[in-house]
C-alpha cells in the first residue's frame, strides 16, 4: 500500500463530519437517528430496559416507584378515615401505607378498616406482585447478560516487513477466565458509487494469519498481509478517505467461567492508523515462572526501524 508523505501525528485529528451517514460502526445506538420509525418504548418494553445505561433504568426505576405510591397516596386520602392508623389530610402517612402495601411488608400500625379501602390494597398489593417480579427479572437479566470485556487498541497500524505490508490491531481479553473457541474477523467497508449515481456500503473479508484461537487468555496480534489478493492491495489512502473506509473487527468466542457467547466490535477509520510502526510487548515471563501482562502499555508503540 502507499505510504502517506509525512507519519501519521501521534493524536488523532478531529473527526471529519461524515457526508453519508453510513459509517457508523463504532458509534452508539443514540448517533443513529431514525425518521418515520417511531421508537414506542412500551411496545418494546424489556428491550429498552435491557440497553438502557445503569443510571438511567435506576433514575426510571425509582421515578415509576415514587410516582405509583403518590397515586395510592392520593386514593387513599381521598377516602379519608378507611385507613386506620393514618392521620386524617396527613400525605406522608398514606404514602407510607402504600409503601408498605406495594411491598406486602405491613407492619401492622396502619391497615384498611373500610370497603373502598380494602379494594385499593388489594389492587395495589396484586400490581406490587406483578412489579416485583418485573423488576427481579429485569435486574437478573441485566446482571446475568454476557459481556465480553475485550480491549482494542487505540490504533490499527500497517507496518512493512521485508517490502511486505499488513495491517495490525491488538486485542485483549481483561478477565481472568479465558475466552474459548475465539474467532476474530477484519472487514473493509466502503462506500462505493454506483452507476445510477446511488452509494452502497460495501464489505470486503480481510483475510488473517490466524484467525480462530482456541484460547485467548491474555492478548493477540491479528494479522492481515496486504498481497496481491488483498482488497487493500493497490489502493491509495486518498481512495480510501474518499470512500470513508474503515476496517471493522469483531471478535465472538465462549467465556469459559459462565459458558456463555461473547461478542465485542470496534471499528478503524483510516485516520486512527499509524504506519511504519509496531506495537511493543506487554507480556514478561518472570523468573520464578509466572507472567506479568503490562497493560499500561497495551496501546504503547514504537516506530519501525
Not at 84 to 111: C, E, K, P, W
Not at 202 to 209: I, T
Request: hydrophobic residues 45%; glycine residues 6%; charged residues 20%.
Amino acid at each position: 500500500m502507499p505510504q502517506p508523505s509525512r507519519p501519521v501525528p501521534a493524536e488523532a485529528p478531529a473527526a471529519p463530519v461524515l457526508r453519508h451517514p453510513h459509517v457508523l460502526e463504532d458509534k452508539g445506538h443514540d448517533a443513529v437517528v431514525r425518521v418515520g420509525q417511531a421508537d414506542r418504548i412500551w411496545s418494546d418494553f424489556y428491550h429498552h430496559a435491557l440497553i438502557a445505561p445503569w443510571g438511567v433504568f435506576f433514575y426510571w426505576s425509582i421515578a415509576f416507584y415514587i410516582i405509583i405510591n403518590v397515586v395510592f397516596a392520593l386514593a387513599y386520602m381521598a377516602v379519608g378515615t378507611q385507613v386506620s392508623g393514618a392521620r386524617a389530610g396527613d400525605f406522608l402517612d398514606y404514602f407510607f401505607f402504600s409503601v408498605q402495601t406495594l411491598s406486602t411488608v405491613g407492619y401492622g400500625v396502619m391497615a384498611p378498616v373500610g370497603r373502598v379501602a380494602n379494594l385499593l390494597a388489594t389492587t395495589e398489593v396484586l400490581g406490587g406482585m406483578m412489579i416485583n417480579a418485573v423488576a427481579t427479572g429485569l435486574v437478573f437479566a441485566r446482571f446475568s447478560r454476557p459481556r465480553a470485556r475485550i480491549m482494542f487498541s487505540k490504533r490499527a497500524v500497517i507496518v512493512k516487513n521485508q517490502a511486505q505490508p499488513h495491517l495490525d490491531v491488538r486485542i485483549a481479553n481483561c478477565r481472568r477466565s479465558p475466552i474459548l473457541s475465539a474467532d476474530i474477523e477484519f472487514s473493509l467497508a466502503r462506500l462505493i458509487p454506483q452507476p445510477d449515481g446511488h452509494v452502497t456500503r460495501q464489505f470486503d473479508s480481510l483475510p488473517l494469519r490466524q484467525s480462530h484461537m482456541p484460547v485467548l487468555r491474555f492478548a493477540c496480534l491479528p494479522v492481515h498481509v496486504i498481497d496481491e489478493n488483498s482488497p487493500l492491495h493497490g489502493v491509495t489512502l486518498d481512495m480510501l478517505k474518499s470512500e470513508e473506509a474503515e476496517i471493522i473487527v469483531t471478535i465472538t468466542g465462549t467465556d469459559e467461567a459462565s459458558g456463555q457467547t461473547v461478542f465485542a466490535r470496534t471499528a478503524y477509520g483510516f485516520d486512527r492508523m499509524l504506519y511504519d510502526h509496531h506495537f511493543v510487548d506487554i507480556i514478561n515471563t518472570n523468573p520464578d515462572g509466572s507472567i506479568t501482562v503490562d497493560y499500561t502499555r497495551f496501546d504503547q508503540m514504537e516506530k519501525q526501524p
